[in-house]
C-alpha cells in the first residue's frame, strides 16, 4: 500500500468522543468539536457528530466549507477570531464565531444582513494568557456595543487558556469567568447559550473542581484525537491515544559509520554538527522528510533512533532490527505531528 500515509482509526475518535462527552456532561458540560488539528477531514467531523457532539470548530474558513460541501450536519464555530477581511465568508460559512473586536462585530452584522441570517457570538475574554479576549473591564461595554445589531445574537462568552502564555485554566480563572458570565447576564437581562471555559488544558480542573459554576462548554481538540489533557500531556484514562498512526517505507538499509567523514561544513538547515562515535551502525532511510510532516512530532513505534533527517527522508539507527527496502515502519504522533500529516498533500489518509 502506499506511503507515507496516515491510518486513522475512527472507532478510536469515536470512542474518546462519547467518553468525553458523556464525562463533562456529567457536570453540566456541553463539548465543541474542533476540527483544526485534522484540516476539518469529512470522515473524522462525521464521525464527531455521530458521537453526540453538535458544535464543529475550526480555525479555517476553507475547512468549515469543506465540511459543509460534505453535508456534515452540524452547527459551524470560528475559532479563530475573524480575519477582517475574511467577515463575509464567516458569517457565509459560519453559524457562530468567537470575537473580541467591536468593528468586526459590526462587519459580521452589515453581512448577516445582506445574507439575511442571524450569526452567534461568543465574546472572548483575556483571562491571563494574553492571547485572543478583551479585558474584563470592557466587556460590559462591547456587549452594550453589540448586543442590538442586527443579525447579530449574543450567544456567550468565553476564554481560551494554556494557549499562548502557558496559564492554567484553574479554580480562580473560571469561578471568574462564571461570574463575568452572571454580571452580563443580570445587567443585560439575557441567558448565554454558551460559558465557554476552554479546551484540552481544562481537564485536570474540570476532575478537581467541586463546582463548574456558570461554564457549560468547552472546546475540544487534543483530548479526542490524542486521549490526553494539555497541560503536562498526561493521558486520560480510558481514552485511546494511537487513533492516528504514520506508515512510511524504508528505502535504504545500510551499516554505516555513526560519523560522517570528510571536511565539515554546515548540513542542509545550516547546521554544524558533532556526532559521538558509536561504531559502525543501521542506518535506514525512511521515505518521508521534512517536506512531507513535521518530522519533531513523530515517534517511532519500535525501538528506533531518529538521528538525522532532510526535506526528502528521516534516517533512523534501527538498533537491532535488520530493515530492507519496502518494509514499513510505524511512527506515534503527537498533535503537531498529526496536523502536519493532514494538511500534508504528500500524506495519503487511510481510515479504519
Ligand atoms: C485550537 C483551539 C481550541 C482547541 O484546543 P485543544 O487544546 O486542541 O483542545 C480551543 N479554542 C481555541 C480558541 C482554539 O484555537
Redesign the pocket.
Known sequence: MATPRIEIDLAKIAHNAKNLKRLYGSKGIDI?G?T??VCGDPDIADTLVKSGISVL?D?RISNIKRMREAGIEAEFLM??TPIPSQAESVVKYADIS?NSEVSVVKSLSKFAVEYDTTHKIIL?VELGDL??GLMPSDLEGMVEEVIDLEGIELAGI?T?L??QGGIKPDEEKMGYLSSLAREVEEKFEVTLEFV?G????NYTWFTSTEDVGRINN????????MGCE?LYRTPIPGLFADAFTLVAEVIESKIKPSVPYGGVCQDVSGHIHTFQDRGPIRRALIGVGLQDVAVSGLTPKLDFDIIGMCSDYVIVDAKQTDLKAGDEVAFSLN?GGLLSCMTSPYVMKRYR
Do not use: D, F, P, Q
Open positions: 465543541i474542533v483544526k488539528g470548530a480555525s475559532l479563530r468567537l472572548m492571547g485572543v468565553g481560551n494554556a494557549c465557554s476552554g479546551n484540552s488544558a468547552l472546546r475540544l481538540g487534543e483530548s479526542i484525537y494539555t498533535y
